[in-house]
């Protein structure tokens, strides 16, 4: 244990177990959302929407990550990434991190309030998954399945603040989300595979095994042809499809640094994938932008 001299201030260490120094948390959750405001308020969501969804986002993310880091105290030690994490390294104490997330949820919910009842009720389902997920890497064999789900839930809940009701397309869009999520994140636990099996931690990049990148670039198949579906339905013009085409080009610009297997490679295509979100949105936003 570092010295009380030696340690960083309180705010400081909340903001490591908010993950603030590591914003791409944030925008892989951040970009479904967007798309999803865009596409359901027909490319004029209200400025309030827009800026109530995106704190929230980033409020739900950190509390999530504080859930996390309390569920995963007694793995992260054992795991070259993790260790160094501040209820890991003992600078603060497990209950603390809980009161982090519990305030940051509280907060969240205060800015849905103006909201509409279903939005509110929607709420509630995804902080329960939001703090489930944490658990599934115990029992379930693709676990980045249930962070889809907790990643895309913005998709149904921009749709509900802004038409009062969740339409098909939106669970099918919730669906892609899943595939994006288990390609970007298997890439991500293909970093930290060795030490997951030594801990009996359960990962996709552990159960895909040996055709993990297969799996990552059919995940990315089954992602495209979701929101290609989402495009043509929604009728979008020629802008959604140039950036559609640049989000497919990153894609698979990453299938070679995946195939090396290499940690670094593999985290970094887990982080540029927010670039692959952002070219969507840029599509989306372009295509509204033109009409």
Known sequence: MQSSAAQPSR????ARLMRMDKPIGTLLLLWPTLWALWMAADGHPPVSLVVIFTVGTFLMRSAGCA??????????????RTKERPITAGLIAPWEALAVAAVLSLIAF????????LTKWMSVAAIVIAGTYPFF????????????IAFGFGIPMAYAAVQDQVPALAWLMLAGNVFWAVAYDTAYA???RDDDLLIGIKTSAITFGR???AAIMLCYVGFFG???WAGHLMALGVAYW?????AVALSLWYYPMLQTRDRMKCFFVFRHNNWLGACLFAGVAGAYLLR
Do not use: C, E, S
């Open 226 to 228: 979701i929101m290609a």
């Open 242 to 246: 140039i950036g559609f085409a640049a």
């Open 211 to 213: 055709y993990d990148v």
């Open 11 to 14: 705010l400081v260490l909340y």
């Open 137 to 148: 890497k115990r029992f379930f064999a693709i676990p980045q399945a249930y962070l889809g």
């Open 190 to 192: 293909m970093v930290d």
């Open 110 to 117: 205060t800015l849905i309030l103006p909201l509409n009842a």
């Open 67 to 80: 859930v996390n880091d309390w569920a995963d105290r007694d793995f992260d030690k054992h795991v070259k």
